[in-house]
Protein backbone atom coordinates (compact mmCIF):
# COMPACT_ATOMS: atom_id res chain seq x y z
CA UNK A 1 0.00 0.00 0.00
CA UNK A 2 1.48 3.37 -1.25
CA UNK A 3 1.73 5.91 1.63
CA UNK A 4 2.60 9.32 1.43
CA UNK A 5 3.21 10.78 4.52
CA UNK A 6 3.88 14.75 5.30
CA UNK A 7 5.50 16.30 8.34
CA UNK A 8 6.86 19.57 10.02
CA UNK A 9 3.95 21.88 9.23
CA UNK A 10 3.24 24.27 12.33
CA UNK A 11 2.86 28.00 13.18
CA UNK A 12 5.51 30.18 12.20
CA UNK A 13 5.53 34.11 12.01
CA UNK A 14 5.82 36.40 8.98
CA UNK A 15 9.36 35.95 7.67
CA UNK A 16 9.86 32.77 9.51
CA UNK A 17 11.03 29.18 7.98
CA UNK A 18 9.85 26.06 7.93
CA UNK A 19 10.84 22.50 6.43
CA UNK A 20 8.15 20.18 4.78
CA UNK A 21 9.20 16.59 4.63
CA UNK A 22 7.02 13.83 2.97
CA UNK A 23 8.38 10.39 3.64
CA UNK A 24 7.28 7.86 0.55
CA UNK A 25 6.60 3.59 1.47
CA UNK A 26 5.13 0.97 -0.33
CA UNK A 27 6.26 0.81 -3.82
CA UNK A 28 10.06 1.91 -5.42
CA UNK A 29 9.44 5.41 -6.55
CA UNK A 30 12.16 5.08 -9.19
CA UNK A 31 11.61 7.11 -11.75
CA UNK A 32 8.49 8.99 -9.70
CA UNK A 33 7.96 12.89 -9.97
CA UNK A 34 7.70 14.27 -6.31
CA UNK A 35 5.23 17.27 -6.13
CA UNK A 36 4.26 19.50 -2.95
CA UNK A 37 0.95 21.50 -3.70
CA UNK A 38 -1.26 23.75 -1.45
CA UNK A 39 -4.65 24.51 -0.47
CA UNK A 40 -5.83 27.44 1.41
CA UNK A 41 -9.20 27.76 2.88
CA UNK A 42 -12.37 28.24 0.14
CA UNK A 43 -9.45 28.26 -2.62
CA UNK A 44 -8.43 25.60 -5.15
CA UNK A 45 -5.79 23.09 -4.79
CA UNK A 46 -2.64 24.86 -6.38
CA UNK A 47 0.69 23.68 -7.27
CA UNK A 48 4.19 24.90 -5.08
CA UNK A 49 6.76 22.71 -6.56
CA UNK A 50 7.83 19.33 -7.98
CA UNK A 51 11.48 17.55 -8.57
CA UNK A 52 11.74 15.17 -10.95
CA UNK A 53 13.42 11.52 -9.81
CA UNK A 54 17.41 12.74 -10.96
CA UNK A 55 16.24 15.84 -8.77
CA UNK A 56 17.77 17.41 -12.88
CA UNK A 57 14.40 18.88 -12.63
CA UNK A 58 12.77 21.04 -10.74
CA UNK A 59 9.58 23.71 -11.38
CA UNK A 60 8.25 26.52 -8.70
CA UNK A 61 4.95 28.23 -8.99
CA UNK A 62 6.10 31.76 -9.76
CA UNK A 63 4.66 32.97 -6.05
CA UNK A 64 7.61 30.54 -4.55
CA UNK A 65 10.83 31.24 -6.68
CA UNK A 66 13.61 32.51 -4.58
CA UNK A 67 11.68 31.71 -0.96
CA UNK A 68 10.61 27.71 -1.29
CA UNK A 69 13.29 25.01 -2.17
CA UNK A 70 12.33 21.33 -3.06
CA UNK A 71 14.86 18.41 -2.85
CA UNK A 72 14.54 14.78 -2.16
CA UNK A 73 16.66 12.16 -0.87
CA UNK A 74 15.77 8.97 -2.89
CA UNK A 75 17.38 6.65 -0.54
CA UNK A 76 15.33 7.29 2.16
CA UNK A 77 12.50 7.89 -0.25
CA UNK A 78 11.54 11.34 1.19
CA UNK A 79 10.96 14.63 0.06
CA UNK A 80 11.30 18.13 1.16
CA UNK A 81 10.17 21.39 0.79
CA UNK A 82 12.33 24.21 2.91
CA UNK A 83 10.16 27.47 2.92
CA UNK A 84 11.87 30.65 3.98
CA UNK A 85 10.71 34.59 4.43
CA UNK A 86 7.17 32.51 5.16
CA UNK A 87 4.06 35.31 4.50
CA UNK A 88 0.27 35.00 5.50
CA UNK A 89 -0.57 34.00 2.00
CA UNK A 90 1.51 30.91 2.76
CA UNK A 91 -1.12 29.77 5.04
CA UNK A 92 -2.45 26.30 3.90
CA UNK A 93 -2.23 22.73 4.37
CA UNK A 94 0.61 21.52 2.13
CA UNK A 95 0.68 17.97 0.58
CA UNK A 96 2.63 15.85 -1.20
CA UNK A 97 1.93 13.94 -4.44
CA UNK A 98 3.71 11.55 -6.83
CA UNK A 99 3.50 10.80 -10.80
CA UNK A 100 5.18 8.25 -13.04
CA UNK A 101 6.93 10.71 -15.56
CA UNK A 102 7.97 14.10 -16.05
CA UNK A 103 7.10 17.18 -14.11
CA UNK A 104 3.92 18.45 -13.73
CA UNK A 105 1.45 21.44 -12.43
CA UNK A 106 -1.90 19.94 -13.07
CA UNK A 107 -2.64 18.28 -9.81
CA UNK A 108 -4.83 15.73 -11.40
CA UNK A 109 -1.90 14.22 -12.80
CA UNK A 110 -0.85 12.90 -9.69
CA UNK A 111 -1.53 9.69 -8.55
CA UNK A 112 -0.53 8.87 -4.81
CA UNK A 113 -1.23 12.36 -2.59
CA UNK A 114 -0.38 12.60 1.16
CA UNK A 115 -2.96 13.94 3.82
CA UNK A 116 -1.59 16.60 4.17
CA UNK A 117 0.19 18.94 7.13
CA UNK A 118 -0.79 22.68 8.30
CA UNK A 119 1.12 25.64 7.89
CA UNK A 120 -0.17 29.09 9.38
CA UNK A 121 1.66 32.24 8.79
CA UNK A 122 0.54 34.48 11.76
CA UNK A 123 1.06 38.70 10.99
Known amino acids: QVQLVESGGGLVQTGGSLRLSCAASGRSFSGYVMGWFRQAPGKEREFVAA????????NYADSMKGRFTISRDNAGNTVYLQMTNLKPEDTAVYSC????????????????WGQGTQVTVSS
Open 51 to 58: IAWSGGLI
Open 97 to 112: AARFGTVAYNRHLYRY
